[in-house]
């Protein structure tokens, strides 16, 4: 890198499947009407950067066009930024595999055990490699330096984080809100999350589980 890089990434803005109850990646599900006021409110405030990465899914691309109407960069879309699969369990709206889905989470950040996952869906390890491919991606774009914003989802970035960070448990505790950004720095090949919602200190992390 010949310069730091300023990451900014938020979970996309209230979707229609959050405020369902349905788990999984679910590609198609769209922002609820707050969630699109949330977006708007969120792009306006928002510090400036040079492009917007987002996941595939509909509701991470409305989040981030929001971003690149209000300053005028280009959106890239990154299917190494999607939500936790869940495969066969995709789509259920079953309260048990959302607790399913918390203790995977849980098993993942606060242990360390990758191996778990949600019935025949992604384990750990798949979700972390794919999160720092495409972190390491971004950043192979912008060796110059910069300022960027991520959209993506509240399971796989506090796992790719976690891991790419090195955060471990402290990233427990408090799911990352709609729309809120937070921001990692890459400087001299080094990752580092210098803050997250729900922390006190700027440079002490927490969140998790949701969806």
Known sequence: MDGTLEVIC?????????VA?????????????????????MAC?????????????????????AISHSQGVPVTAMPGLVEVGIGSLEGTADPATRART????RAWVVNGDL??????????YAVVTR????????????????AVA????????????????????????????????FRVL????TWRCVTWPGALPETTPAALPGA
């Open 131 to 146: 999160i720092a491919e495409a972190f390491e991606t971004i950043a192979t774009a912008h060796r110059d330096g910069g």
């Open 186 to 189: 890459l400087d001299d090949r």
């Open 102 to 105: 918390a203790a995977v989470l």
């Open 45 to 65: 405030a928002l510090t400036p950067v040079d492009h917007v990465y987002a996941s595939t899914a509909e509701r991470a691309r409305q989040t981030a066009e």
């Open 10 to 18: 938020l979970r996309h803005a209230e979707s229609e499947n959050v």
């Open 150 to 181: 991520v959209v993506g989802h509240v399971a796989s970035l506090t796992a790719g984080l976690s891991a790419l960070c090195g955060l471990g448990s402290a990233v427990w505790g408090a799911p990352l809100p709609h729309a809120v950004p």
């Open 115 to 124: 191996d778990e996952r949600v019935g025949d869906g992604e384990t750990g």
């Open 21 to 41: 109850g349905v788990s999984g990646a679910l590609p198609g599900a769209p922002l609820t009407e707050r969630g699109r006021v949330q977006a708007a409110a």
